[in-house]
């Protein structure tokens, strides 16, 4: 069957069972945007304000749904907007294929209208990239990117398609998707030998998993594990939601903000069992004083990170929802009811908040929100302080309920991943959180999410500053509040009336009970524009160049 490169394009998508894709068209890319329109009782386009929240978007969708986000966008600036949406699910391992499209050939390298060089800027951001330039190799080169993108390790891939290659005729034959084997090839049974007897002569085991359990759909494997090991759990930010917050082993975060159980457990451990987790600075702290007392047993499918940060006595390689399996099936029945005893006590004694009766503070706003959802309601974050108080104090029970940038911290990250997130999950609750200040990045996405009446409650904590960066200058900076007092002066009431939403300001406890009462069905985007405190710090903190359990519970100025 002969068709355009462009036509091959959208048969692709099909192919690979894509139903949705975000994007903005352009000149370099007309050609794949009129196939849409021909196949679009197969494909929804959601059209964006911004080629950056598209990506966001497509990678909302990617982390609510666990399939391939798709993003497409024109050459030069709109691929050059897509950059920061790509980096963001590089550092997260998000599924992802872009698709740009670029100059003609003859054109290539010319310093032709639009044109920049897609693949070079993207190879440090993306898991791999391909750039097309003959209608031959379209269809080939689309069935690998989709494959990339979600073995192993997912991560997001471009390609970039010359306009000669749109235009051009080529023969395309239909192909099943190539089924996606899960990483098994480097799983040794000497290796799960080893962690076993590790774990079966500990007597305080830890377990620190992060967003591999996610990626790796290994919830339920990661709780019998526990249960049957009989070990209390901590999560990084990117792997809440892998263990349900209401369980009695759960620990809460570990690292920079995490909960002084999650610390105190750790440093009293005698066995730490890491799965699915990256162990960044944030979470490590200074690495010379991480897990000195205990043996450490890795879990990942990536071996690359085996030893990158922190040493480990054991490991074992594969796809964790296996790995996980075969740990739990190769172990005895675990008591370790003292340990999880003294865990319990020091949950009783150190509550993750002391509450005040007075003003709304960010963890009684934060709850009460999250009383109004129901348990498998999706939350999304900008980055900063509210990004934090939401992943230390809304309850995650079910995984791909959190989207957050974790590893790039991309302020203006959430409204795009809150509109991916619903146009993925129509029929689920999708709620925002941001800071005044990340929310100003992204609101013209507001525009997408009146066009395509989406409900999405969008929860602004403003305390009319930068609130992460004014603490480090707080607490390290003597006070000099350098550029992070913001000064704008945006009417939230108006500014969701023009986009076609609805708007309520909010400053008192009765108020937001009030609001949250009226708003909990209300349709299309609401945005509640909540006052809190300046001085509000998000605590416990490691300060940079600090060990882990080095926290610090109060800021004084």
């Given at each position: 069957?002969?068709?355009?490169?462009?036509?091959?394009?959208?048969?692709?998508?099909?192919?690979?069972?894509?139903?949705?894709?975000?994007?903005?068209?352009?000149?370099?890319?007309?050609?794949?945007?009129?196939?849409?329109?021909?196949y679009s009782d197969k494909i929804t386009h959601i059209l964006s304000s911004h080629e950056q929240g598209a990506a966001h978007a497509a990678d909302g969708y990617a982390r609510s749904t666990g399939k391939v986000g798709v993003v497409i966008s024109t050459s030069g600036p709109g691929a050059t907007n897509l950059v920061t949406g790509l980096a963001t699910a590089y550092m997260d391992s998000v599924p992802m294929v872009a698709i740009c499209g670029n100059v003609g050939l003859q054109l290539l390298g010319k310093d032709s209208f639009q044109e920049v060089d897609t693949t070079g800027i993207t190879v440090p951001i993306t898991k791999y990239n391909f750039i097309v330039k003959d209608e031959k190799d379209v269809a080939k080169t689309l069935r690998r990117a989709f494959y990339i993108a979600q073995e192993g390790r997912p991560g997001p891939v471009v390609v970039d398609i010359l306009k000669?290659?749109?235009?051009?005729?080529?023969?395309?034959?239909?192909?099943?998707?190539?089924?996606?084997?899960?990483?098994?090839?480097?799983?040794?049974?000497?290796?799960?030998?080893?962690?076993?007897?590790?774990?079966?002569?500990?007597?305080?085991?830890?377990?620190?998993?992060?967003?591999?359990?996610?990626?790796?759909?290994?919830?339920?494997?990661?709780?019998?594990?526990?249960?049957?090991?009989?070990?209390?759990?901590?999560?990084?930010?990117?792997?809440?939601?892998?263990?349900?917050?209401?369980?009695?082993?759960?620990?809460?975060?570990?690292?920079?903000?995490?909960?002084?159980?999650?610390?105190?457990?750790?440093?009293?451990?005698?066995?730490?069992?890491?799965?699915?987790?990256?162990?960044?600075?944030?979470?490590?702290?200074?690495?010379?004083?991480?897990?000195?007392?205990?043996?450490?047993?890795?879990?990942?499918?990536?071996?690359?990170?085996?030893?990158?940060?922190?040493?480990?006595?054991?490991?074992?390689?594969?796809?964790?929802?296996?790995?996980?399996?075969?740990?739990?099936?190769?172990?005895?029945?675990?008591?370790?009811?003292?340990?999880?005893?003294?865990?319990?006590?020091?949950?009783?004694?150190?509550?993750?908040?002391?509450?005040?009766?007075?003003?709304?503070?960010?963890?009684?706003?934060?709850?009460?929100?999250?009383?109004?959802?129901?348990?498998?309601?999706?939350?999304?974050?900008?980055?900063?302080?509210?990004?934090?108080?939401?992943?230390?104090?809304?309850?995650?029970?079910?995984?791909?309920?959190?989207?957050?940038?974790?590893?790039?911290?991309?302020?203006?990250?959430?409204?795009?991943?809150?509109?991916?997130?619903?146009?993925?999950?129509?029929?689920?609750?999708?709620?925002?959180?941001?800071?005044?200040?990340?929310?100003?990045?992204?609101?013209?996405?507001?525009?997408?999410?009146?066009?395509?009446?989406?409900?999405?409650?969008?929860?602004?904590?403003?305390?009319?500053?930068?609130?992460?960066?004014?603490?480090?200058?707080?607490?390290?900076?003597?006070?000099?509040?350098?550029?992070?007092?913001?000064?704008?002066?945006?009417?939230?009431?108006?500014?969701?009336?023009?986009?076609?939403?609805?708007?309520?300001?909010?400053?008192?406890?009765?108020?937001?009970?009030?609001?949250?009462?009226?708003?909990?069905?209300?349709?299309?985007?609401?945005?509640?524009?909540?006052?809190?405190?300046?001085?509000?710090?998000?605590?416990?903190?490691?300060?940079?160049?600090?060990?882990?359990?080095?926290?610090?519970?109060?800021?004084?100025?």
């Amino acid at each position: 069957m002969k068709m355009k490169g462009a036509q091959i394009v959208v048969n692709c998508l099909i192919e690979q069972g894509v139903d949705v894709v975000f994007g903005y068209p352009g000149g370099q890319i007309i050609d794949v945007y009129d196939a849409l329109y021909e196949y679009s009782d197969k494909i929804t386009h959601i059209l964006s304000s911004h080629e950056q929240g598209a990506a966001h978007a497509a990678d909302g969708y990617a982390r609510s749904t666990g399939k391939v986000g798709v993003v497409i966008s024109t050459s030069g600036p709109g691929a050059t907007n897509l950059v920061t949406g790509l980096a963001t699910a590089y550092m997260d391992s998000v599924p992802m294929v872009a698709i740009c499209g670029n100059v003609g050939l003859q054109l290539l390298g010319k310093d032709s209208f639009q044109e920049v060089d897609t693949t070079g800027i993207t190879v440090p951001i993306t898991k791999y990239n391909f750039i097309v330039k003959d209608e031959k190799d379209v269809a080939k080169t689309l069935r690998r990117a989709f494959y990339i993108a979600q073995e192993g390790r997912p991560g997001p891939v471009v390609v970039d398609i010359l306009k000669n290659a749109q235009i051009g005729i080529a023969d395309y034959e239909y192909e099943a998707p190539k089924e996606i084997i899960r990483s098994t090839d480097k799983l040794l049974q000497e290796d799960v030998d080893n962690a076993a007897e590790l774990i079966k002569n500990a007597e305080r085991p830890v377990i620190f998993a992060g967003g591999g359990i996610i990626i790796a759909n290994a919830s339920g494997e990661l709780c019998e594990f526990a249960e049957k090991i009989g070990a209390p759990v901590a999560l990084s930010m990117m792997g809440l939601g892998a263990y349900p917050a209401d369980k009695p082993y759960y620990m809460g975060m570990l690292g920079m903000h995490g909960t002084r159980v999650s610390s105190k457990a750790l440093s009293e451990s005698d066995l730490i069992i890491l799965a699915g987790t990256r162990l960044s600075d944030r979470v490590v702290g200074k690495k010379t004083e991480f897990a000195t007392h205990a043996p450490v047993i890795h879990l990942d499918v990536d071996p690359a990170e085996i030893n990158k940060n922190i040493a480990s006595d054991a490991s074992v390689i594969g796809d964790l929802k296996v790995v996980l399996k075969k740990l739990t099936d190769a172990l005895p029945k675990g008591d370790r009811s003292q340990w999880l005893a003294k865990i319990a006590e020091w949950k009783k004694q150190w509550p993750p908040v002391k509450e005040n009766k007075g003003e709304i503070t960010p963890y009684h706003l934060i709850s009460e929100v999250a009383k109004i959802m129901p348990e498998d309601a999706i939350v999304t974050t900008d980055v900063g302080q509210h990004q934090v108080w939401t992943a230390q104090h809304y309850p995650f029970k079910l995984p791909r309920t959190f989207l957050s940038s974790g590893g790039l911290g991309t302020m203006g990250y959430g409204l795009g991943a809150a509109i991916g997130a619903k146009v993925g999950n129509p029929g689920r609750k999708v709620v925002m959180f941001t800071g005044d200040g990340s929310f100003h990045m992204n609101m013209n996405e507001l525009a997408t999410a009146a066009t395509y009446d989406l409900d999405i409650l969008i929860v602004v904590l403003n305390n009319g500053v930068l609130g992460m960066v004014r603490q480090w200058q707080k607490l390290m900076y003597n006070q000099h509040y350098s550029q992070t007092t913001l000064h704008r002066k945006t009417d939230y009431v108006k500014l969701a009336d023009a986009f076609g939403g609805k708007g309520f300001n909010v400053t008192t406890k009765a108020e937001l009970a009030e609001v949250l009462e009226k708003v909990k069905d209300m349709k299309g985007f609401v945005i509640l524009n909540v006052a809190i405190d300046k001085d509000v710090n998000v605590l416990p903190m490691v300060p940079p160049g600090n060990a882990y359990n080095q926290q610090v519970f109060e800021i004084e100025v």
